[in-house]
């Protein structure tokens, strides 16, 4: 009747799975999971789930969704075009700086290249200088060390930071 849309970000932490019961936290934990689901099923608008750990959620949300989309990570061209969307042609950029070579050398999500453009550019303004290849490179490290991932290295010909 509201005609509301109802949007549950991180929806792993809201919809995992049940567990096998060993204490009281566990018990209301898988309480509070069933009455959310016998909640969802009455509700008549539109609701969005979206996570990054799918595999995390409750089978038995993942059956009453009626479409799951998966979204692939963004290919070369795609995190080219996030990366000159959050370095915009304003921003201070080093004469080196090649973001195509970003793009093909380090596979990374659209939040992770938004996060290492935000970090390069604070470590620049910090250093007042133009944020350059190697402030990027330091950042996308970051980057792959909170997601902890390995590293995949400098690109070829960089100098070391």
Partial sequence: RAQSVLL?????ALFGRRTEVSDAHDRYANLETAYLLSRLE??????????????????A????L???VEFDPPGVAERLALWRCHLPARAPLGSEVDLAQLAT????????????????AFR??????????????AAIA????????AFPGMPAGMPPT
């Fill in 42 to 59: 009455r509700f008549e608008g539109l609701a969005m789930l979206s996570t990054n750990f799918k595999q995390n959620i409750d089978p």
């Fill in 66 to 68: 009626e479409f799951v």
């Fill in 61 to 64: 949300f993942l059956r009453r």
């Fill in 142 to 149: 970051r980057e792959y060390e909170k997601s902890g991932k």
């Fill in 105 to 120: 050398v380090y596979p990374i999500t659209g939040g992770m290249i938004r996060n290492a453009s935000v970090a390069a």
């Fill in 8 to 12: 549950f970000d991180e929806a792993d």
């Fill in 124 to 137: 620049a303004a910090a250093n007042a200088t133009p944020i350059t290849q190697a402030h990027l490179v």
